[in-house]
């Protein structure tokens, strides 16, 4: 079982094994397993609105099968915590503005908490004036980005997001063989309209996220080939390399195109946004920082103002088209998420046994008893 000294913050979110869990996957009720991170959060230091937030948001990306960044993450949050590394009970401070331009700060504090606000500052901007370029920095991990996509795109704005990641480098640049860059994600949302549900585009510039791998782990899964390397740079399928000294490395999304994309993920929302690039000097083995640079406006004062009615027509172009075998449809961004959603909402959570030992774990290092939330 992990204790709070892990200095890796990779490793203290992988270092749980299964124990009396068994190996296989066990459904869990959304509202059983949110009110279960609610006393966790709580029992570390939050306070309940804060605890609301983050645990409703780690089960939110559970719901849309995005496991490895839901309630998993508490095995990083906790060590976090007790190092001073994430601070509990911050709030997002504006540190500038200058036209359309908006500085944001965290504290190190709850990205989920700090980046929801950030986000609702450049909304209410962008409602104002049509378009908010904001620059969030010095927050803990953020968490899902596509969660800050949908509060856009609910306030019927427009969302093009960059997202860097400030700890242990974790991917490969194109053609090398250790890792330099972070996952470093991007997230491009649209409003729905009457005919066409939002379009949540939201995606890791890695071949794969570091999560899940986790997740894999716990499950006794190796990954699918073409995404690992191992520590002396040759291609490997187990997902164990991520969370050793020396590490292995995350190939780029499509070789040297994801990695452009998070290169500069780390040049906007690094090296110009926050001047905290994911360099050797900016990095923490016990740390996780995340810097988004994004632009919010309002697509009404785009110019277009059929906007809507011709992105009718692009979607109903694209989807009609003859599929692959075992498709159904042409899927849009978010799509998948949506039907995931509904199915876990329905059916449950499900939960490999090494993240219900984790849950377990950390609950009875605070004096929780969270079994019966689990069960």
């Known amino acids: ?76 949050y906790m060590p976090a915590i007790a190092a001073g590394l994430l601070r509990p009970n911050r709030h997002a401070a504006v540190i500038g503005r200058s036209g359309p331009f908006l500085a944001v700060g965290g504290d190190s504090g709850y990205g989920q908490v700090i980046a929801r606000e950030a986000t609702e500052l450049a909304i209410e901007q962008a409602r104002q004036d049509g378009l908010a370029v904001l620059s969030l920095r010095d927050s803990h991990h953020i968490g899902r980005v ?28 194109h053609d090398g063989t250790r890792p330099r860059l972070g996952t470093n994600p991007i997230c491009i949302a649209v409003p729905a309209t009457q005919a066409t549900p939002a379009l949540i585009l939201d995606f890791a510039t890695s071949a794969v996220a570091v999560g899940k ?27 164990g390399v991520m969370f050793q ?54 697509p009404a004062r785009g110019g277009n103002a059929q906007w809507a009615a011709d992105l009718d027509d692009l979607v109903a172009y694209v989807r009609d088209t003859p599929t692959v075998p075992g498709a159904d449809a042409i899927q849009m961004p978010g799509e998948p998420e949506t039907r995931t959603r509904r199915q876990r909402l329905a059916d449950g959570i499900p ?21 019966d939330l689990l069960a």
Do not use: W
């Open 1 to 76: 079982m992990m204790t709070e000294t892990h200095k890796d913050p990779f490793a203290a979110a992988a270092s749980f094994t299964a124990g009396v869990y068994g190996t296989g996957l066990r459904p869990v009720r959304a509202e059983r397993l949110a009110e279960a991170a609610r006393r966790l959060l709580q029992a570390a230091g939050s306070e309940a609105s804060e605890a609301a937030i983050v645990a409703d948001h780690l089960v939110e990306a559970n719901l849309r099968g995005h496991d490895s960044h839901g309630v998993g993450m508490l095995a990083m």
């Open 146 to 173: 596509g969660s800050y996509g949908e509060q856009c795109s609910g306030a019927g704005m427009v969302m093009l997001a960059f997202v860097n990641v400030v700890t242990r480098p974790a991917v490969a640049p």
């Open 213 to 239: 791998c986790r997740v894999a782990m716990g499950k006794g899964q190796e990954m699918a080939p073409g995404l690992l390397l191992d520590p002396q740079g040759d291609p490997t399928r187990d997902p």
């Open 245 to 298: 000294d020396p590490s292995g490395a995350l190939l780029p999304l499509g070789g040297h195109k994801g990695f452009g994309l998070a290169l500069m993920c780390d040049v906007l929302a690094g090296a110009l946004a926050s001047a905290m690039p994911g360099t050797p000097s900016h990095q923490d083995s016990g740390r996780v920082m995340n810097n988004m640079f994004a632009i919010v406006f309002d």
């Open 351 to 371: 939960l490999d046994g090494a993240t219900l030992a984790m849950l377990d774990s950390l609950g009875r290092e605070r004096g929780l008893a969270l079994g």
